[in-house]
């Protein structure tokens, strides 16, 4: 009787703590989300009002898949994802050397944050004139080195997305590195110590100590950077508005755009589907790599 | 003086400043930034670039930005407003469901934990249209307290304040509920105070990511009283569009105040981030 008196105030208290977070996620998150499904299956848009919508089963994710714009974001958005290994690649070596071969290394830890910290609206605004291809600093510099066809950067459609992705990478080594030295911290040194009475040479101990050893932290920093680059929003919208000639966009600016500017909320409503499906994907891909090739 | 000259390790000093070198260029859009700011905009693109200006124009730029005709002072108080209150409201949040999920015990709290991580892998791209439609029928459009709402219910600050709240030993709340204390109390008395750090973190990350956000301010505001400094630097830039310098001071203004905040947290930050593993 008593326990049962107990058990009764504890879930009482218990409801009563969660409720404001349950509440909230309930409304504002996983009932837009089975409504993003079904709003998917409408033709729906903001101007004719809720009455003028008809259910059109998936015909806005037929018409996606010939409409060239999406599929040259998706593809665009495929392209993107080199910047995860390349940056990965960058970020564990600058982590092995802050780590251990360096003083003041919390000043570079924080030198190297301090993009990711920054406002993307901001960092856009400042590489526009630096990527300026006539008269920016980065081209008046390659041109002072004796290159002479410097490229066009974001006013080129073979460049935009590139401008793009090196943004990307420089925005996000610094949260690489920090994980990647606190990875680090946790290899117990005596490994090192061993391979040194072996005689070890640095790069046998980077292959063979430390790159098993970070595994986990890889895995996790590839998936959240891949993960990541299919939300790249400020950035692209803001530095490019996707173009020249779409050759920057990708899913989600194009999401926000049939949304929010041409107001078809059926159609941008089957891309977040679409992109919802990818993530989901990746989550469960994440989930079943972790068990099979990360080293604990 | 002979051994401390010795503890120097020529390796390490040489690849000190081989990074500061590395470091340096790796910040030098941020340099480039403020220098520009403080120029004449006839001198912002010249070659070789200016480091340091040779005509200050830094009064009458920052002086533009500030109290020109788009008003920088209104879209910091905005964004202050917002930042603080969506700060608040969502570690409160975090912290009375992370507590119920590592210390309560009761029915059903696997399962509604499991419901709130589920949140955390749903992309805010994904349920924006619905949250505009919601908020469009409600009223929330075009005001503060909805964009503040937006923010405030975090799975990943109840994820990572229960991983705080579950290493606190039983024995402290039980002991304190033997003395008679209701859960309310253990929780304000006791437990509070002893995560305070990771609430630190979390608010600090909280703040930040708020500050910086773009997409939401973009989407849920419709009058320019009421922007944030994100959407203010996108207009001002559309405005002054071809005026780099002015630009330039614009972009300083959104970006250095947090820039010190990070500087005066950065403890609490990059442990944050290296604890959570998270990307906002």
Known sequence: MLLSKNQLRDNVAGYLFVAPMLLGSAVLILFPIVASFILSMTDWNFVTGL???????????????SDSVFLKGLTNNFILLLVVPIGLFLSLILAVVINKGVYFKDT??????????????????????????????INQTLMAL???????????????????????IWTQIGFQVILYIAALQNIPPQLYEAAE???????????????????????????????????????????????????????????????????????????????????????????????????? | MESAFKRIHWPKLLATILFAIVGLIFIMPFLWMISASFKLESDVLKFPIEWIPSTWNAVENYNEVWFGAKSFALYYWNSIKISVFTTIVS???????????????????????????????????????????????????????GLILLNSFSAFGTFMLRQFFVSVHDEVIESARMDGAGHIRTFFSIALPL??????????????????????????????????????????????????????????S???????????????????????????
């Not at chain 1, 924080?110 to 901001?122: D, K």
Request: glycine share 6%; charged share 10%; aromatic share 14%.
């Open chain 1, 197 to 296: 009475v072996d005689g070890a040479s640095m790069w046998y101990k980077f292959k063979n100590i430390t790159v098993p050893l970070v595994t986990p932290t890889t895995f996790l920093l590839l998936i959240q950077g891949i993960v990541s680059t299919f939300k790249v929003f400020d950035l692209i919208i803001v530095l490019t508005e996707g173009g020249p000639a779409n050759s920057s966009t990708i899913p989600v600016l194009y999401m926000y755009q049939q949304a929010f500017e041409e107001l078809k909320t059926g159609y941008a409503s089957a891309i977040s589907v679409i992109l919802f499906l990818i993530l989901v994907v990746i989550t469960f891909l994440q989930w079943m790599g972790q068990k099979k090739w990360v080293n604990y």
């Open chain 2, 91 to 145: 570690s409160v949040f975090s912290c009375f469901a992370a507590y119920a999920f590592a210390k309560i015990n009761f029915k059903g709290r696997d399962l509604l934990f499991l419901v709130v991580l589920s949140t955390y892998m749903i992309p805010p791209q994904a349920i924006v249209i619905p949250q505009y439609l919601i908020y469009s029928s409600s009223g929330l459009i075009d005001s503060h307290l």
């Open chain 1, 51 to 65: 009455a003028g919508a008809n259910f059109v089963g998936l015909d806005n994710f037929a018409a996606l898949f």
């Open chain 1, 108 to 137: 570079f830890k924080v030198i190297y944050f301090m993009p990711y910290i920054s406002s993307t609206v901001a960092i856009a605004l400042v590489f526009q004139v630096l990527f300026h291809p006539t008269q920016g600093p």
């Open chain 2, 195 to 252: 995560i305070k750090p990771a609430i630190a973190t979390y608010a600090i990350l909280r703040f930040i990511w708020t500050w910086n956000d773009y997409q939401n301010p973009l989407i849920f505001l419709r009058s320019d009283s009421l922007y944030t400094i994100q959407i203010g630097i996108k207009q001002f830039a559309d405005a002054h569009g071809s005026i780099f310098s002015l630009m330039m001071a614009a972009a300083v």
């Open chain 2, 254 to 280: 959104a970006i250095v105040p947090l820039l010190i905040v990070f500087i005066i947290g950065q403890k609490q930050v990059i442990e944050g981030i290296a604890l959570g593993g998270v990307k906002g």
């Open chain 1, 146 to 168: 004796g290159i002479e066809n410097v490229p066009g950067w974001i006013a080129s459609t073979d460049w935009a997305l590139v401008s793009v992705m090196l943004i990307i």
